[in-house]
């Protein structure tokens, strides 16, 4: 089986364009990414991101340990469990 000249160097040029416009894309990203600023309110992003999933995730866990207290056999554990988390949480 042969292949045609023509359809190869036009394979070959779609594939070398293609890879000059993600080149292109990647140098734009990098420059993008070392830029002060992005790395400053990407930082205050996740931090913040990290300080809400906190909260909600201590918030979530005292709802759901609370209605566990009337066991009488759980509810000195949960009581200490709950106030712990309160107070960590502040």
């Known amino acids: 089986m042969e292949h045609?000249?023509?359809?190869?160097?036009?394979?070959?040029?779609?594939l070398t364009e293609a890879l000059r416009a993600n080149n292109e894309?990647?140098?734009r990203q990098l420059k993008f990414g070392n830029n002060?600023?992005?790395q400053v309110r990407n930082g205050l992003v996740q931090g913040f991101s990290f300080?809400?999933?906190a909260s909600v995730l201590v918030s979530g866990l005292i709802?759901?340990?609370k209605p566990l207290?009337?066991?009488e056999?759980?509810?000195?554990?949960?009581?200490?469990?709950?106030?712990?988390?309160?107070?960590r949480g502040r």
């Open 4 to 14: 045609e000249p023509i359809l190869d160097r036009e394979l070959a040029r779609q």
């Open 73 to 87: 056999a759980l509810k000195e554990p949960i009581e200490t469990l709950s106030l712990e988390l309160q107070r």
């Open 36 to 38: 002060w600023r992005v």
């Open 63 to 65: 709802w759901v340990l």
């Open 51 to 53: 300080a809400v999933g």
């Open 69 to 71: 207290q009337g066991i």
């Open 25 to 27: 894309l990647m140098e």
